[in-house]
């Protein structure tokens, strides 16, 4: 069955770890990636499966160069 809609995972401490919405299975709009303290690590915007645009911080939550 492939995935449809918004997927959310998280972490065992109840931190969000990931979520992104699916459009018959591949991924579909935007995707968000979180450290296990909370902070922003990965933010992407997909068509189709298809990455359009990236952005990426380190745990501290400063930008990625």
């Known amino acids: 069955m492939k995935k449809n809609g918004i997927h959310t995972e998280f972490y065992e401490n109840g931190e969000k770890r990931f979520e992104g919405t699916f459009k018959n299975g591949k991924k579909d709009g935007l995707f968000t990636w979180w450290y296990k303290n909370g902070k922003k690590e990965y933010e992407g915007t997909y ?15 400063s930008a990625k160069e």
């Open 47 to 61: 068509s189709e499966g298809k990455k359009l645009s990236v952005e990426e911080w380190n745990e501290d939550g």
